[in-house]
């Protein structure tokens, strides 16, 4: 039986995209009511209009009419007037196949007799296991037919086509960066099986890298069965420099002077192999200062693990000085899953005991050595490493180990009595952060942290120190002590550029430590800023007024942080 039907689909607006304003190609149908529903679509040229009648048919086809087919074509200057023949519908299609790989011939015949969406869904699954295991150029079709009433039956017939290895990856562009990292960065190693989805995951891992930019997409070259990869890569200004120094006449030694001041170096990505180096330093008085290195040596010996050292030592006034020294083991899970594993070495000592020379108990103050190995889990899911629009990330670190209580001289002996010096000691903290775009100018940035740590035996110089640019806006740097912490930033952003922005912020903070008076205090602080980017670094300026127990709310202990980052 003949139906007059004329069919362009919607599909075909997505295959063809938008039509130019000046199209001379026309393409007539008429759908049941061959009196009132008669279409006309105009195309940029005549390919595009037989793609169109090209795409009704096999979407005919794959619903089930299997004899669709253009009936008649008829054509008038610019204009073609199509009726296609629909044809009975096949509502079940019953497969053998002798082509294909094992494991789905007996896919097949488990199913039995199928619907032709499900043909369809079959058909996709193993197209999408053959570009998986290197054969991108499979296919697949139907053969020897035969219908029975409303079922047909018939053989699939696969060609797998030739097997595509993975050559090396081609880097283009100015970047330093190496092939050997790049290669091991996207997990793209000569000699694998082709994989469509490798090129999808070297995307993502390429725009959350901090060392470098995507420009485009990546092309594939394929020759005797092998496949290039090529990125292009323009290095980002990753490097930091920041530092304000201050050189003053030192109160307590006439004769000598005395350096202050704040110093940020760090060089990443050196050589092209995603090697780090950071130097932090502080001293804004003459008794307290903290100092901070870390070295980063990706993919060790050609391995997926990267190794890290670091040390920090701070020097609390007169009252102790901490030393950290660690290592660390970090491997790669997934794009967007990254473990560190870390052995540290804590040592603390009293830098005076002359407070406590008389003493029978032990002071919030004490000498000890920790040794503790943890776990570090982040999980990014940033669009932008450098300059987050949308996105989030979280952190979580866990450590255990022993702590020794070393006994200090200049404390009397009795009030090392009944303690036990060598205790379990773990501590658990995190944190995460969530960027929201509203608009193009428009975005809200949430972040929220949180920590704990235990023993029986806990001091002062144990505990974490929060407070600052970096963690509850509105205080001095490490003017808080923690033995269990949590606070909340919330900030609504004014884009006006790639990384410049005006924001307002709020913080809130518990904070929980039985040395202080109030051993729990609720500190929370207000305040605005502006981030300028430039060509050569960012200007930050961040003003902020807190409140807690030990500052009241007011504009006279205002905090003003800025500087300029200095980026190359």
Do not use: C
Request: aromatic share 14%; proline share 4%; net charge neutral.
């Amino acid at each position: 039986m003949f139906i007059r039907q004329f069919l362009i689909l919607l599909l075909s607006f997505w295959l063809l995209g938008p039509i130019q304003a000046q199209t001379n190609f026309w393409l007539g149908w008429q759908g049941a009511n061959e009196k009132t529903d008669v279409r006309w679509q105009a195309f940029g040229d005549s390919l595009g209009r037989k793609v169109a009648i090209d795409s009704a048919l096999s979407v005919l086809r794959s619903n089930g009419y299997l004899g669709a087919s253009v009936d008649r074509l008829q054509e008038s200057g610019d204009s073609l007037w199509v009726e296609i023949y629909q044809g009975p519908k096949i509502d079940r299609v019953a497969l053998t196949s002798k082509s294909l790989p094992p494991q789905w011939r007996e896919d097949l015949e488990k199913k039995g007799a199928l619907s032709f969406e499900e043909v369809n869904s079959f058909f996709g699954e193993v197209l999408d296991w053959a570009d998986e295991t290197g054969y991108p150029f499979a296919s697949l079709q139907l053969d020897s037919l035969n219908r029975d009433g409303d079922q047909v039956f018939g053989q699939v017939d696969f060609q797998s086509g030739p097997l595509i290895l993975w050559d090396s990856v081609q880097i283009e562009g100015n970047s330093v960066t190496k092939k050997t990292y790049l290669q091991r960065l996207t997990g793209i190693h000569p000699g694998d099986p082709f994989s469509q989805k490798d090129i999808g995951r070297s995307l993502t891992t390429i725009r959350r890298s901090p060392y470098f930019r995507l420009q485009g997409q990546p092309r594939v070259d394929f020759r005797l069965q092998k496949a290039s990869p090529a990125f292009r890569l323009e290095d980002r200004k990753a490097n930091v420099l920041d530092g304000i120094l201050g050189v003053l006449p030192n109160e307590n030694e006439p004769s000598k002077v005395l350096v202050t001041g704040q110093l940020d170096l760090a060089l990443y990505h050196l050589g092209g192999k995603g090697r780090d180096v950071e130097l932090h330093w502080q001293r804004f008085n003459e008794l307290t200062q903290s100092l901070s290195l870390r070295a980063k040596e990706s993919f060790i010996f050609g391995s997926r693990l990267d190794v890290s050292g670091e040390f920090s030592l701070l020097k609390q006034d007169t009252s102790f000085v901490n030393r950290k020294l660690g290592l660390r083991f970090g491997y790669r899970s997934t794009n967007w899953l990254y473990f560190d594993f870390f052995v540290r070495r804590q040592a603390g000592d009293l830098i005076s005991t002359v407070a406590y020379s008389e003493v029978e108990v032990l002071p919030e103050l004490a000498d000890f050595r920790w040794t503790e190995y943890g776990i570090n889990a982040r999980m990014d899911w940033l669009d932008d490493a450098i300059s987050p629009r949308k996105g989030g990330l979280i952190q979580l670190t866990f450590s255990a180990g022993n702590k020794e209580i070393l006994q200090n001289t200049g404390i009397p002996p009795v009030a090392y009595e009944g303690i036990d010096l060598r205790t379990p000691q773990y501590a658990l903290s995190g944190f995460g952060e969530k960027h929201v775009f509203i608009t193009k100018n428009w975005g809200l940035y949430f972040r929220g942290a949180a920590g704990l740590i235990r023993n029986e035996n806990l001091f002062q110089n144990d505990l974490y120190r929060l407070g600052g640019l970096q963690s509850i806006r509105g205080f001095n740097e490490n003017f808080f002590f923690a033995r269990d912490y949590f606070y909340l930033n919330a900030e609504p952003r004014l884009f006006f550029g790639l990384n410049s922005f005006l924001f307002l912020f709020s913080d809130y903070g518990f904070i929980e430590n039985p040395y202080f008076a109030a051993p729990i205090i609720h500190p929370f602080s207000l305040g605005a800023g502006l981030n300028l980017e430039t060509g050569n670094g960012i200007f930050r300026f961040v003003y902020a007024v807190g409140k807690a127990q030990e500052q009241p709310l007011s504009l006279q202990f205002s905090k003003i942080h800025f500087g300029y980052i200095v980026q190359f």
